[in-house]
């Protein structure tokens, strides 16, 4: 049944192609364990996630479950309309959460952190502060559903506040009251009987058609395919929004409805509400299907209607289309009771010319007025940053250009804006910064100003050497910043929070090549932070491991770079080059020296985890991480049209740095990556002979398949034909003359990476004789979540590069010039 993924114990389904010898169509085979010391390091205990409350003088510390066992990844899922949410609980997949397990808080003042007790083998996820910093709330998985929790900073207890119907299906659950005295909760309707039964024989065929109108729509994954999904999505999404206080008697508001977001104004009077109605769609998820958008009061009158949205299956296809109609609608942070929201003036088609692109509009409770023009924007709209009566920063971007500009706006004297700045917002080395936020006393994020009236801001600071995150002062009239204190060399220390008013005292997270992250309180005007942590090394085996950063040119002249790792103990005098590994993932750029600057990661305490490539540093691997792989069109020219070209020639300058460092044997280096990166392994394989194998996971390989822009690429299939096919491994499997690994996981959520390019591509590769392993992962998303799955996934890596890089013997003819 497509909708649903059901309980069940599955082992890893893995098919084998061999060049020489014969085709196994199926080999079934048991989860495999890597070699030491990977799996003890997969087993390691998580650094617990920490988080500074609303009133500075608490951090909450969050420990972590590891990775999941598989059996947890088997319970029931079921994909509709864009979302995966676990029946059981009426929550988000397990696949999408990360559970966990136990809290405590840590003074700032210092002393030892204080561990909230609570049930044994609890889990929990979504913890949110009151805006008072008192409390913490929190959804607790319960056998047949989530519950509502708080912890009491004060007490050092929890408790359960509702039973297990809080409905998690289209997000967190439930927003805090300004004034911290409960919380707007959306729950399963009372009395909610049995899921619909979807099992029955249909009654006829599902029908879809297009009258004549342009409707083109990218790649989504888990959308309604029938009218039983529409059932289950009204079944598992409809909610009752409830006011739970601490203390008293939940009350409803309103009606049960499908609401897709539900939050509390600043002063606590209103609620700005989306729901879903019908009817739905099956070609968009459920954030494009025809949606109410209104504001009630705590009685669930409706008082405003923003927006009586359409069905958006029309949305042109280029990055910076957007859907007609009011978006992005949102409460002022700064303000009581005030909208506001931006619509498009050009119907959302960029490539429609109009002077103005956006235009974001405000209005004030009770509602009745007009709304007002807050500012007109020649590039979309993509954020606001609220500060006081008379300070907001908007911020506009577009694609084509990846061109930012940042207007300074007097909310109190509308369409009175100037250009603060203008950027390629790719561009890290003169990345300015961002205003720094914090939670006013209603919870909503603001801009924290010094005494002077500039505002802080932080960033990350990063340089050739490195990055260095900063905090530095910003007149809002001339854009010039005064830096206030930065990262000192040798360290990676950001900014957590602010401790006081006049930014001197702060909250950082550090770490340095040697030594783990931790938490530490930093005066400006002392010499040395104290520790509040103290998180070991989660992975103290690979502390001998050296890294460092190269750079070389490509033969067009872009600057190129990676991160070199060798194992330790590895004395190139001694030991010779290395088999080595290349890990990448390619990037477009419209600016060839914002594509090749260069930012060491020296200060940066680096510790592999998940299915990560760094572990074959334990067995005796170099490894290339994330060396250069910049696809750039300049001058308006499209990246994608010299791809493969760039891509090989990236690469080559790769192979060429590391054999001429005398790390690396030309006849013993190999490709991987992720996702694009996968689709980038297979066309290296395809169109050059610089590797002996690749690892490709996750990927997409041919771009008919996503016929409507993917990645960067923002023409349809149809109007760059050539490029989808040239750009296309699918096209050149014939080509591929060496062994590739193929991996994929069966439940593959991310647009465009379908398992069935990997089930294609392998069947092309197999068709014309080539060296292939196809490793399908059971009920494993984008990403390999369970336990089992990143052992096995590791394993196959360890061995497949074994075999056919370590120990294999020299080419059968000269390779690695192509």
Known sequence: MRRQLLSRAVPAFVMLAVLAGPVLAQEGQTYQQPPAPIADILDSKPTPTPSLSPDRSTIALFERANLPPIAELAEPMLRLAGYRINPRNNGPANSRVNWLTGLSFQPVSGGAARAVPLPAGARFMSPSWSPDGKTVAFLMDAPTGLELWTADVAAGTARRLTDARVNAAAGAGFNWMPDSSGLVVRMTPAGRGAAPDVSRPPAGPTVAESM?????????????????????????????????????????????????????????RYLLQTTAKRPYSYVVPAALFPADVVVTDLQGRVLHRVADLPLRDNVPTPFDAVAPGPRSVQWRADAPATLVWTEAQDGGDPRTPAEVRDRV???????????????????????ITWGDADTALVTSRWFNTRHETRHVLDPSNPGQDRVLMERNYQDRYNDPGFPLTEPNASGFPVMRFASDGRVLVSGDGATREGEYPFLAAMDLDTGQAERIWTSASGDYESIVGLLDEQGRRLVTRRETRNDPPNLFVRDLGAAQPNALTTFPDPAPQLAGVTRQLITYTRADGVQLSGTLYLPAGYDKNRDGPLPLVMWAYPAEFTDAAVAGQVVDTANRFVRPGGSSHLFLLTQGYAVLDDPSMPIVGVNGAEPNDTYIQQLSDSARAAVDAVVELGVADRDRIAVGGHSYGAFMTANLLAHTDLFRTGIARSGAYNRTLTPFGFQAE?????????????????????????????????????????????????????????????????????????????????????????????????????????
């Open 212 to 268: 004549g109108r342009a409707a083109p729509v990218r790649t989504y994954q888990d959308l309604l395919g029938d009218a039983g999904d529409e059932a289950l999505f009204d079944h598992y999404f409809t909610s009752q929004l409830t006011f739970v206080p601490l203390s008293g008697a939940p009350r409803t508001l309103g009606s049960p409805a499908v609401y897709l977001g539900a939050g509390v104004s600043p002063d606590g």
């Open 361 to 383: 509009f405000s209005l004030a409770a009770p509602f009745n007025g007009q709304p007002t023009r807050l500012i007109d924007l020649k590039e979309r709209y993509a954020g």
């Open 714 to 818: 923002q023409r349809s299939y149809w109007e760059a034909t050539d490029t989808y096919h040239q750009m296309s491994p699918f096209t050149y499997a014939n080509r591929v003359n060496e062994p590739i690994l193929l991996i994929h996981g069966e439940a593959d959520d991310n647009q465009g990476t379908f398992p069935v390019q990997s089930e294609r591509f392998y069947a092309a590769l197999k068709g014309h004789g080539a060296t292939v392993r196809y490793v399908v992962l059971p009920l494993e998303a984008h990403g390999y979540r369970a336990r089992e799955s990143v052992g096995h996934t590791l394993w196959e890596m360890t061995r497949w590069l074994d075999q056919y890089v370590k120990n294999a013997g020299p080419r059968a003819t000269a390779g690695g010039a192509n």
